[in-house]
C-alpha cells in the first residue's frame, strides 16, 4: 500500500469530482490520504473529505501565498474548533514563500503566520507540514527558534543535500514528489538518494507537480508510483522497500 502524505483534492482545477478521485486512487493501491488545507476554508473542505473516507485524513492551515487574506485571531479559534476532529492529524500546510512577493511587509506577515501556527500545532499536540518556497534560511531559522514539538515535514522538498541533512539533525522528515522524476533535477535526485529511509515521505501535492511521463497535465494520487519508481531506481532498492517503508512513516508521523 501506498500513503500519498499531501494533495490537495478540493482544488477547482479537477474537472472530476473529488470523491471520484479518492475512490480511483483506493483503488490503485494508494491505501491511505492526506489531504492539507491551504486557506480555512479549503480546510475545511479537507475535513470533509476525509470525513467520507476511512482512509482518508486531513491538515489545517494557512499556506503563505494565502495570509493576506486570513485574519490570525479567527485562524486561531477556526484551527482551534476544526481539531477537535479526529481526522485533523496535522496544522498545513504553513511556512515560507518568496517566490511571488518579497515586499518586507507581506514577509513579515508570513512569519509572523508561520510561527503563531507552529504553536497552534504545539498547544494541539500535532506535527506540522511546512511550505518552503526560495526562504530555506528563514524557514531553518524559525523552526530552530520556534520548535515544532510534535513533529514537522518539509514539504515538496527544494533545499539543497546539506540543508536535507541538517533538517534530519533536527529530527524532521523529508516530503520529496513529482520533481525527482525529471531528468534535470540534478538536487532533488541526490537528496532522494541520500535521505535516511526511515526519515522520507512520499507525496503528490496533486493537482500540481505531476511525475514524469505526465508533466504538464493535471495530477493525481494514484500518480505516485512513478516517484517510488524512480526513488528505487536510484537507491538501488526495490520498489517495494520504499512503499513499505513510507506507508509506515506516514503512519507514524500523522498518527493514524
Same mark, same amino acid.
Given at each position: 500500500?501506498?500513503?500519498?502524505?499531501?494533495?490537495?483534492?478540493?482544488?477547482?482545477?479537477?474537472?472530476?469530482?473529488?470523491?471520484?478521485?479518492?475512490? &480511483?486512487?483506493?483503488? &490503485?493501491?494508494?491505501?491511505?490520504?492526506?489531504?492539507?488545507?491551504?486557506?480555512?476554508?479549503?480546510?475545511?473542505?479537507?475535513?470533509?473529505?476525509?470525513?467520507?473516507?476511512?482512509?482518508?485524513?486531513?491538515?489545517?492551515?494557512?499556506?503563505?501565498?494565502?495570509?493576506?487574506?486570513?485574519?490570525?485571531?479567527?485562524?486561531?479559534?477556526?484551527?482551534?474548533?476544526?481539531?477537535?476532529?479526529?481526522?485533523?492529524?496535522?496544522?498545513?500546510e504553513i511556512g515560507l514563500d518568496y517566490y511571488w512577493?518579497?515586499?518586507?511587509?507581506?514577509?513579515?506577515?508570513?512569519?509572523?503566520?508561520?510561527?503563531?501556527?507552529?504553536?497552534?500545532?504545539?498547544?494541539?499536540?500535532?506535527?506540522?507540514?511546512?511550505?518552503?518556497?526560495?526562504?530555506?534560511?528563514?524557514?531553518?531559522?524559525?523552526?530552530?527558534?520556534?520548535?515544532? $514539538?510534535?513533529?514537522c515535514v518539509i514539504h515538496c522538498f527544494s533545499g539543497s543535500l546539506?540543508?536535507?541533512?541538517?533538517?534530519?539533525?533536527?529530527?524532521?522528515?523529508?516530503?520529496?514528489?513529482?520533481?525527482?522524476?525529471?531528468?534535470?533535477?540534478?538536487?532533488?535526485?541526490?537528496?532522494?538518494?541520500?535521505?535516511?529511509?526511515?526519515?522520507?515521505?512520499?507525496?503528490?501535492?496533486?493537482?500540481?507537480?505531476?511525475?514524469?511521463?505526465?508533466?504538464?497535465?493535471?495530477?493525481?494520487?494514484?500518480?505516485?508510483?512513478?516517484?517510488?519508481?524512480?526513488?528505487?531506481? $536510484?537507491?538501488?532498492?526495490?520498489?517495494?522497500?520504499?512503499?513499505?517503508?513510507?506507508?509506515?512513516?506516514?503512519?507514524?508521523?500523522?498518527?493514524?
Amino acid at each position: 500500500m501506498i500513503f500519498d502524505t499531501h494533495c490537495h483534492l478540493y482544488d477547482t482545477s479537477y474537472e472530476k469530482d473529488p470523491k471520484e478521485i479518492i475512490r &480511483n486512487s483506493l483503488n &490503485n493501491n494508494v491505501g491511505l490520504i492526506m489531504i492539507p488545507g491551504d486557506t480555512l476554508v479549503n480546510s475545511q473542505k479537507a475535513l470533509h473529505l476525509a470525513s467520507c473516507f476511512n482512509e482518508v485524513y486531513c491538515a489545517i492551515g494557512v499556506h503563505p501565498e494565502s495570509v493576506e487574506e486570513e485574519d490570525i485571531k479567527i485562524t486561531r479559534e477556526t484551527l482551534f474548533e476544526l481539531s477537535k476532529n479526529n481526522k485533523v492529524k496535522a496544522i498545513g500546510e504553513i511556512g515560507l514563500d518568496y517566490y511571488w512577493r518579497k515586499d518586507e511587509k507581506h514577509v513579515e506577515k508570513q512569519k509572523m503566520f508561520f510561527i503563531e501556527q507552529i504553536k497552534i500545532a504545539n498547544e494541539l499536540h500535532l506535527p506540522i507540514i511546512v511550505h518552503d518556497r526560495e526562504a530555506h534560511k528563514d524557514t531553518i531559522d524559525i523552526l530552530k527558534k520556534y520548535p515544532p $514539538l510534535y513533529g514537522c515535514v518539509i514539504h515538496c522538498f527544494s533545499g539543497s543535500l546539506e540543508m536535507m541533512k541538517e533538517c534530519v539533525k533536527l529530527g524532521f522528515y523529508i516530503g520529496l514528489d513529482g520533481p525527482v522524476t525529471y531528468k534535470n533535477a540534478v538536487v532533488p535526485k541526490e537528496v532522494a538518494k541520500a535521505v535516511p529511509l526511515e526519515r522520507l515521505l512520499l507525496e503528490t501535492d496533486a493537482p500540481y507537480l505531476p511525475p514524469v511521463p505526465f508533466r504538464g497535465q493535471k495530477n493525481y494520487p494514484e500518480y505516485i508510483k512513478y516517484i517510488i519508481k524512480e526513488i528505487a531506481a $536510484l537507491r538501488n532498492v526495490t520498489e517495494n522497500e520504499i512503499e513499505e517503508t513510507t506507508f509506515s512513516n506516514g503512519k507514524v508521523f500523522f498518527g493514524v
